[in-house]
């Protein structure tokens, strides 16, 4: 049996008469990488603040790094670090000012602060820069620097919320490359994450929050098998061509915008060559047909009714 570096039972948080979340049961094994899934609103950074002893929560049990948190705070606190949308850099000081500043809440001694400070500026490629101002750096470098921070406390368990919101493709994917690395040293690393890329990217579990409850959990690959197919979407750009392939195909979910038909389809080659003889016995034709495969996107708008996020439709056949 594994143990649990995070385990939450019967979670619940309201503002006024909003409840935000509604009874949420987690379990994050030891070293591990957990991702929170949601929209925006879900919940994700209520549950972060609650689970890293910034808030308190209106209901459950909640045990982080084997502490009970309404008994022992104090020692989940020593647990912890917490980087996010609350960051800790100060931007009018230094990346090396910040990092000593870190190893002084420590009470790391003088010396060691300074070895830590300089050894981790080091491991997040921030030593050229470790004399420029904060506010200097780009947004990935502060995001660096935060986790850098975080680490000089040297917690078992780390939580990111949304840690490459707003980072560019090459950052984000330096981030990553960030994340796994912690897991290797032993961390267990809890995200929230918008992006079901990231959550497939890194997390060994995923758990979907939609409506202040967990609307499923598993590996990538589990909560890809909830949902039953893929589907064949075909686009126009002719609106007349449109309209007429719609009312062809009967059953096809449209999305006038896109001027796009999805149609649900296990992949096969019979279902697909049904499809294009009902086109062409009315002479329509599409200019864009691409097979889709279920994903976790296809689960996420499963499961939270197709709201919420900004789907970005995968234009890639497979
Ligand atoms: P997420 O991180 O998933 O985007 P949040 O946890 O930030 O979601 O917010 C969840 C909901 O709780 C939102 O509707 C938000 O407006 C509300 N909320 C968060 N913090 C407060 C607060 N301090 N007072 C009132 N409402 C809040």
Redesign the pocket.
């Known amino acids: 049996m594994t143990t649990s570096a995070i385990a939450a039972n019967g979670l619940r948080?309201s503002?006024?008469d909003?409840t935000?979340?509604d009874g949420v049961d987690l379990a994050v094994p030891e070293g591990t990488i957990f991702a929170l899934l949601?929209?925006?609103?879900?919940?994700?950074?209520?549950?972060?603040?609650i689970l890293s002893t910034l808030?308190s929560a209106d209901d459950g049990v909640i045990r982080v790094g084997g502490h009970d948190l309404a008994t022992d705070a104090q020692a989940v606190r020593a647990a912890i670090g917490v980087t996010g949308?609350f960051s800790a850099v100060d931007g009018l000081i230094t990346g090396e000012e910040n990092m000593l500043l870190m190893a002084d809440l420590h009470h790391l001694p003088k010396h060691e602060g300074r070895r830590v400070a300089a050894e981790l500026l080091e491991r997040f490629d921030l030593t050229d820069a470790a004399r420029k101002p904060a506010s200097t750096y780009s947004g990935g470098m502060k995001r660096r620097l935060d986790i850098a921070m975080t680490l000089v406390g040297n917690p078992k368990i780390i939580f990111l919320?949304?840690p490459t919101t707003g980072l560019d493709p090459r950052s984000r994917h330096t981030m990553w490359h960030i994340i796994r690395e912690l897991v290797t040293g032993g961390v267990t690393v809890f995200l929230?994450t918008?992006y079901l890329e990231e959550a497939d990217e890194l997390a060994d579990r995923i758990a979907v929050?939609n409506d202040g409850k967990i609307a499923a959990e598993g590996t990538a690959e589990e909560l890809k098998r909830l949902v039953p197919g893929g589907h064949i979407r075909l686009r126009f750009t002719d609106p007349a061509a449109y309209r007429s392939a719609a009312a062809t195909l009967n059953g096809a979910s449209r999305d006038d915008d896109a001027l796009a038909l999805l149609l649900p389809s296990g992949g096969g080659q019979r279902e697909l060559r049904s499809v294009l003889d009902r086109l062409d016995a009315t002479g329509i034709e599409a200019d864009e047909l691409t097979v889709h495969t279920p994903d976790l996107d296809d689960v996420f708008f499963a499961l939270t009714g197709g709201t919420g996020l900004p789907h970005q439709p995968k234009e890639n056949a497979r």
Not at 38 to 49: E, F, H, I, S, W
């Open positions: 948080k503002y006024g909003k935000v979340l949601g929209p925006n609103g879900a919940g994700k950074t209520t549950a972060v603040k808030i949308q919320d949304e929230t918008q929050l």
